[in-house]
Every structure is written in structure tokens, then in C-alpha cells.
């Protein structure tokens, strides 16, 4: 090898080497610079109170009674006394055979129908000289009468709740209808099987129904409370971080912190934590996802 090439190798060498220590500063210098730069967070402590664990079920409205009225016999229709929407008690007259019949005549009962119950007129199943016949040896129905003073709704509760719902659970009914009230109601009665189908079992419950503004068919949107926990500390579900392991990035004089915490009970974004911060620790509520333990922190107001 020449003298020459002797040379080139080594000015080669040197520029490479110079080139790899200015780049080496650069980099080091960026890394110190970005180790220095603050990061915009907001913090939350722990808040104190309840929370709830339900679940949310759809169903629909239903008389607390439901009867479908039969004649006690066929024949045609002369007289309507009532019609859909009508409150009416025990005993009241419906239809009659007979125009004008007087409640003297022998055959008055026979040919007049009444309604069995007191409820709301809610399906008219005949008209005037119309004629009701019997059909498999029944008489066809001509009204279904629904009483409302309570009204019920049946909801399919999943298999994997139905260990949490017993006679007397909390509902919370929410009605299209009436969109900003909530009507409270109780589980009257559960299946004691699940339908191996669906893997629910049907929960039945009742609603109190004062001025009966709650109608048969109404759709409905139910809360049922499975649990619910006072005094307890929440935090918003957002600002907690993990899968399997739960973890939250705590403000310690304005250097990020990681620590470990145990939630338990979740409700509309918030979360209960169990374990892992006290309710004077200063949690990273927005700005977490970009933290890192040991980050420095600038502390802004949301």
C-alpha cells in the first residue's frame, strides 16, 4: 500500500469520526433538551361519594292486569258505551245486544257485557252491528282491558348478572315519552332459570303509576342497581391507565410519578379505586397517555 493511499484512509477515518462526534452532541444535547422540556398537564385529586354498578336493559310497558273481555254469548252488537282510552271500573257496561235494554229485563245480564276489571279501554275489538261469534268453543274477544295504576315491564337480564338481581333490585325506568323524568320501580319477580338460548332469565318489574300517565306499550330504557357503594374514591375512568395491571401518573413536585392502583366499581367514566393513592394525591387527568416516569410537568388549569 502506497504512501497515498495511506493518506486517504486516514482523512477518510477522520471526517467519519468528526462527522459521528458532532452528530453524538446533537443528539445527546436533544435528548438533555427534551429530558428539560415540561409537559402540560391538568390535575384532579381523588373525589369522595358514591358510585353504582348497573346495568341497562330495554323492554316494554305492560298493564299491571291485562284482560281480553268475551261476551257471554254470540251475537250482534247494538250499543258501544265506551271507547278505547276510557277509564272504566268493575262492572261498567261495555256493548249490549239489545238497544235501550232495560236493566229490569230478565235477559239484561245475558246481553249486556261488563268490563271484570278497572283499567283503560286500550283495544276496541268491534263496532256497531258487527257480529261476535264464537270459534272453538270460545267467544271472541271484543275489548282488552288494562289496569294502570301500577304497570310492569319485563326485561331479559344477562347470565353473567343474574347472581346480583333478586326480588326488590332498584330500577331506574327511563320512557321516551318523558324524557327527563325517571321513574323508580323494584323487581317483582325473576325467573328461576335461564333460557339456554338467549342466556338470560326474564326479570318482571313493577312501576308506580300515580295520574297513570304511564301507557301499555311504551318503550322503556332500564337501570337496574346492582350495587351501590357510598364514601368510597373515584377517579375518571380516563385517567386510569392498563389492562391487567391498573396504574395512574401522580404530580410529586411537579415530576411525574407512576403508581399502581386497585379500582373496583364503574360507572358513566368514573372508576372506584380500592388502593394505591390517598385523596390528597394530585392525579394526571389530562396529559397522562404522554407522560413517563420522571417527566417534568407543567401544572395548567383546565
Known sequence: ???????????????????????????????????EKSIPVVLQTPAIGSILQKIILTGDIKGETEVAVRPKTAGRVAEIYVKEGDYVKTGDKLLSYVEGISPNDELYNDVVTFSPISGVVGLQQIKIGEQVIS???????????????????????PEKDYPKVK???????MLDAYPEKVFPGKVNNLRPVIDPQTRTAQAEIIILNPGKVIKPGMFSRVSLILEKRDNVLTLPADSILGLETKYVFLNKNGIAAKKKVETGLEEEGLVEVLSGISSSDEVIVVGQRVVEEGSKLEVVKE
Open 1 to 35: 500500500m502506497n504512501r497515498k493511499t495511506i493518506i486517504r484512509i486516514l482523512v477518510i477515518f477522520l471526517i467519519l469520526f468528526i462527522g459521528y462526534r458532532f452528530i453524538s452532541r446533537l443528539t445527546a444535547a436533544k435528548k438533555v433538551e427534551q429530558e
Open 135 to 157: 270459534q272453538a268453543g270460545s267467544i271472541n274477544p271484543v275489548f282488552t282491558i288494562y289496569s294502570i295504576n301500577s304497570v310492569k315491564v319485563y326485561v331479559d337480564v
Open 167 to 173: 326480588k326488590g333490585t332498584t330500577a331506574e325506568i
